[in-house]
């Protein structure tokens, strides 16, 4: 089993006023940048990376970052440079970057370069997910929503073509041309770094993921929900000739150890201004989905596809909307002490049986000082016994077996 | 008129069925939409089938019509267009055109000028203002787009008929589809070509610029704009009306362009 720590970074100095009386009250894409204060950013940026080096200190395999943009709910704007620094400043951890946006870089070759970089500095440590990013990805870069799909398939094409064909060669698609594909510097990792796609189940990337061998992430999905959109990939994969095992899955979900189940239970409510920011206003729908961000015909015919195997999440509308009970009833948030916690995720993994599991340790208000200690008890009890489990369940990570 | 004002019919070209609804008699005028698609056939068209054969096709990728593979902004809306006027053997037409529409019209007059005969913009698109901005309805969202958009909808009975009701499930699924079209045309730059104002010159058509005064979507900056740059175009300011003047004035629309139109 692959056991790799998440946090989003949030950024949370601001009040349910301040969003209610943003354009559209969105706490995404149109949140007015006023309300940032870079002293305040400066220090967080030095928690967030003391909190991951720490992660591969306490044993985490992984260090998981991810991106978005216009948003206080993740700082990671940039995340190849967090990575970067990541790469230097550790030693052993893989860095997984889950994952950089396809369809918003103009220029997919520059990111190839970048994530060559990174994975040289690192000593070939590089795990490179990439995603299609939210629609405010594609109002915060103007990319057309429309073409979302198409960037995203094109950009990994030319990148994998960049990594893997020695150059110069010239590239002519759709949506990116380049006359001389030639970046001096490749990815130390042959024939490229590993390439895992993260997500929350959109049928057709399920299947585009499962025809390429991927590991695909579930983000903290509703484990029944999750299970189902399992047999979508596994479906996938018997018709290009595999049958896909824990090593092609993994499944993130928010976990927060106290020393006390009251504690933690107490502490763990900070998430539920994480990813939803300060508030809790949903956003406007176009926001998030724009027209055309989603192919109709392709979902349609993919939903049509599936439709037994496709069940409504019950926390429909967010963890944040549900009510904190209801959340930590279904194991949507794990919190409690050590020994609380292993035994909720034994249920999970034995329902789930992912290769790879994303701990998403703190969130929203959980302070930088409740974060370390609660790495520190995932070192002393929850880690070992974590990797027991994955033995006992026998669940591969793709380090262990290759997807 | 008969029973039946208009009829409709499917053409096939480049591939792909192109609705198209035609009525009346006389010298053609075609109609070109906006994003939110032809809305059926309204009042304005039956204003003028009174003296004109009315064309009004479905652009491709909206409503009913297809959109080609390779159809994918607004320059090659425009040459597909300008082909769709060919196999209708319309080799001497007036166009009308209401935002993305009128922009479309534009590019349409400026590639082809000599098969005009006359042209009409209205509350058009295609040009960026000097000041202010054309407002960015895929930002501000379907609810506050029309509202923006009207400025007494109690005055227009189309208003009532077209939107004073929840629509049914297919009317949804139609509006997704002609949004996510209009995305495809018209994200970026979003509603504008900046060398179209450069090529507006070469026109020597008789053009009727028609604008509502209260139009909060394009400024009326961009009619005077369009007003410039077209030598002997005239504006037509319409009081009291909003970005769709055909819609929520039918009757003094349909009056000054039927004049305009009329004029020898």
Redesign the interface.
């Known amino acids: 089993m692959f056991l790799m720590r998440f946090t989003e970074r949030a950024y949370v100095a601001y009040s349910a006023e301040d969003v209610k009386n943003s354009f559209?009250s969105a706490v995404r894409l149109t949140f007015s940048n006023a309300h940032f204060d870079p002293r305040l950013g400066a220090d967080l940026y030095n928690e967030y990376l003391d909190e991951y080096e720490y992660a591969e200190e306490v044993g985490f395999d992984g260090l998981m970052l991810n991106e978005h943009h216009n948003t206080p709910t993740c700082l990671g704007a940039a995340m190849n440079l967090e990575a970067a620094i990541l790469a230097r400043t550790t030693k052993r951890a893989k860095i997984v970057l889950l994952g950089n946006p396809l369809p918003i870089f103009d220029n997919p070759i520059r990111l190839a370069e970048e994530l060559a970089e990174i994975d040289m500095i690192s000593r070939g440590r590089l795990v490179s997910g990439f995603v299609r990013g939210t629609g405010v990805e594609s109002?915060a870069t103007?990319t057309?929503?429309?073409h979302n799909r198409e960037r995203f398939e094109e950009a990994h094409d030319l990148i994998l073509k960049t990594w893997t064909t020695p150059g110069p060669f010239r590239w002519e698609g759709k949506h990116y041309q380049f006359r001389v594909v030639n970046p001096f510097e490749r990815p130390l990792q042959q024939p490229h770094p590993p390439i895992w796609i993260p997500g929350v189940g959109s049928p057709e990337t399920l299947v585009w993921c499962a025809r390429h061998h991927y590991p695909y992430i579930y983000l903290e999905t509703d484990p029944q929900v999750t299970l189902d959109m399992m047999a979508i990939y596994a479906q996938a994969a018997k018709q290009v000739g595999y049958e896909p095992g824990p090593q092609h899955f993994g499944y993130l979900v928010r976990v927060h150890v106290q020393d006390t189940d009251e504690k933690a239970y107490e502490v763990g409510q900070g998430f539920l201004v994480g990813n939803a920011g300060v508030g809790r206003i949903p956003l406007?729908s176009?926001f998030m989905a724009?027209?055309?961000y989603n192919s109709?015909e392709a979902t349609r015919r993919l939903i049509e596809q599936y439709r037994h195997a496709l069940r409504p999440d019950p926390l429909y509308g967010g963890v944040d909307a549900a009510g904190w009970d209801k959340v930590v009833e279904s194991n949507r948030v794990i919190v409690g002490s050590p020994k609380t916690v292993v035994k909720k995720l034994r249920q999970v993994l034995s329902v789930l049986r992912p290769g790879i599991l994303g701990v998403w340790t703190n969130d929203g208000t959980i302070s930088h000082r409740d974060a370390m200690r609660c790495l520190t008890l995932m070192k002393e009890e929850v880690l070992p016994a974590l990797r027991e489990i994955g033995k006992e369940l026998d669940l591969p990570g793709p380090f262990e077996q290759a997807p | 008129m008969t029973t039946k004002e208009y009829h409709e019919e499917f053409i096939e070209l480049a591939g792909v069925a192109i609705h198209l609804l035609k009525g009346g008699q006389g010298n053609p005028v075609v109609v070109l939409h906006s994003v939110e698609g032809p809305l059926g056939w309204r009042s304005y068209h039956r204003h003028l089938a009174q003296h004109f054969t009315v064309y009004v096709p479905t652009l491709p990728g909206f409503g009913r019509s297809q959109r080609p593979p390779w159809l994918e902004t607004l320059p090659d809306l425009a040459r597909f267009s300008l082909w769709l006027l060919q196999e209708q053997g319309l080799e001497h037409v007036s166009l009308l055109g209401y935002f993305m529409g009128g922009w479309l019209a534009a590019e349409m007059a400026v590639m082809c000028p000599h098969i005009l005969n006359r042209l009409v913009l209205v509350d058009a698109a295609g040009i960026q203002p000097q000041r202010g901005e054309i407002a960015d309805i895929f930002l501000l969202g379907p609810e506050e787009s029309r509202r923006r958009a009207w400025f007494a909808p109690q005055q227009s009975p189309e208003y009532r008929e077209l939107f004073g009701r929840k629509p049914s499930p297919e009317e949804r699924e139609l509006h997704a589809q002609n949004q996510e079209t209009a995305v495809r045309y018209c994200w970026k730059p979003y509603m504008y070509d900046r060398s179209l104002p450069w090529l507006l010159p070469r026109l020597r058509v008789p053009t009727l610029i028609v604008w509502g005064r209260e139009d909060q979507i394009v400024p009326l900056a961009c009619g005077e704009l369009y007003r410039q740059a077209i030598p002997g175009s005239r504006l037509t300011v319409i009081d009291q009306c909003g970005h769709y003047p055909h819609l929520e004035k039918p009757d003094e629309f349909s009056r000054r362009v039927s004049e305009f139109l009329l004029t020898p």
Do not use: D, F
């Open positions: 559209r109002w103007n057309n929503p429309v406007p176009e724009p027209p055309g109709r």
